[in-house]
C-alpha cells in the first residue's frame, strides 16, 4: 500500500474511532443491558451500535475492503485489504464502569497489521499506529507515546487482564515471567497496551487472544519503540497460538521469550 492509501485509510480509521467515541461514551456507567453470548462473554447495546457505525463508514468509504469485526463477522473476506473492528475490547470494565476498555480498529494489508488504533471514549485517549512511522498518542492527560528503557526483567512491571485468562495458557512459562519480574498488576485489556506504549509498564502477557484483540497493537507497539509477538517469539499470525507478548523496551523481548520458554520447559 502506498502513502497517498495508506492516508487514506488513516483518515478512515480516525472518522470510525470518532463515530464510536460518540456512540459509546453515552452509555458508560448508565442503565445498560448486558447479554452473554455462547462463549460466555458479555455483549451491550453499545458494543453492536458501535460496530454497526463503524461497518457503515467503512461501506461508504471503503467498499472494496473486507471487514472481520467482533459482533458481525466477516464481509469480503477475500479483499487483502481486512479491517479487524473490535468496538468494546474490555466489556467487562465497561459495564462494571471502569474506564480501561478501548476501541480497536484495525487494518491488515495481506494479514499484516499496517494500521491500529486505541480510542478511550471517556478519558478520551487515542493511541494511532501506522507501519513504518512513529506512534501518536493525543490526550488531554499528561504522557507521550514513547516506551521506557527497562534493562532487565527484575525491574519490569508485568502486567496480564486477568487471572481466569492465563488458565487458557498453552503452558505455564508465564509463572516464571512473574517470578522474575518486580510485579504483576491485574486488569486493562487494551488500554494496557496504550498504557505499555506510554512507558508506563513494560511487558504484557496474555493468551486466548484473537486477531481483533491484539492486530491494532503491533504497529501501536511497534512504533513507539516496542516489540509484540507470540509468546515463543514468532509474528502474531490468525491461525497461531493465540498467546501475546509486548515488550516497551525491544532489548527486553529475548529475555522475556526465553523465560516463558523455560517455564515451559519445566512443566513438560
Request: proline fraction near 5%; glycine fraction near 8%.
Amino acid at each position: 500500500m502506498n502513502q497517498e492509501d495508506l492516508n487514506l485509510c488513516l483518515s478512515v480509521a480516525t472518522m470510525m474511532a470518532d463515530a464510536a467515541r460518540c456512540v459509546i461514551r453515552p452509555w458508560f456507567r448508565a442503565p445498560l443491558a448486558v447479554v452473554d453470548k455462547e462463549d460466555q462473554s458479555p455483549v451491550t447495546l453499545a458494543d453492536r451500535t458501535a460496530e454497526r457505525v463503524m461497518r457503515a463508514i467503512l461501506a461508504e468509504r471503503l467498499p472494496e475492503h473486507g471487514i472481520f469485526g467482533e459482533e458481525f463477522g466477516i464481509q469480503n473476506e477475500q479483499s487483502r485489504y481486512r479491517w479487524l473492528l473490535d468496538p468494546v475490547d474490555g466489556t467487562r470494565a465497561f459495564v462494571t464502569g471502569r474506564p480501561t476498555f478501548g476501541t480497536l480498529i484495525a487494518l491488515l494489508e495481506d494479514g499484516v497489521p499496517v494500521l491500529g488504533i486505541i480510542d478511550q471514549a471517556v478519558t478520551q485517549e487515542r493511541w494511532v499506529g501506522v507501519a513504518g512511522r512513529l506512534t501518536s498518542l493525543t490526550s488531554p492527560l499528561s504522557g507521550e507515546a514513547k516506551t521506557r528503557a527497562c534493562p532487565a526483567l527484575a525491574q519490569a512491571e508485568l502486567s496480564c487482564t486477568s487471572p481466569e485468562m492465563l488458565e487458557m495458557a498453552p503452558h505455564d512459562g508465564w509463572k516464571a515471567l512473574k517470578k522474575h519480574t518486580k510485579r504483576m498488576t491485574w486488569g486493562g485489556d487494551c488500554y494496557a497496551y496504550g498504557l505499555l506504549a506510554a512507558g508506563q509498564i513494560d511487558i504484557i502477557a496474555e493468551c486466548d487472544m484473537n486477531p481483533w484483540d491484539w492486530a491494532a497493537l503491533v504497529p501501536i507497539i511497534e512504533g513507539a519503540g516496542g516489540r509484540i509477538t507470540a509468546w515463543d517469539g514468532s509474528p502474531l499470525r490468525a491461525d497461531g497460538d493465540r498467546t501475546v507478548l509486548a515488550v516497551g523496551d525491544a532489548a527486553l523481548h529475548a529475555e522475556a521469550v526465553a523465560t516463558l520458554q523455560s517455564g515451559k520447559a519445566q512443566a513438560l
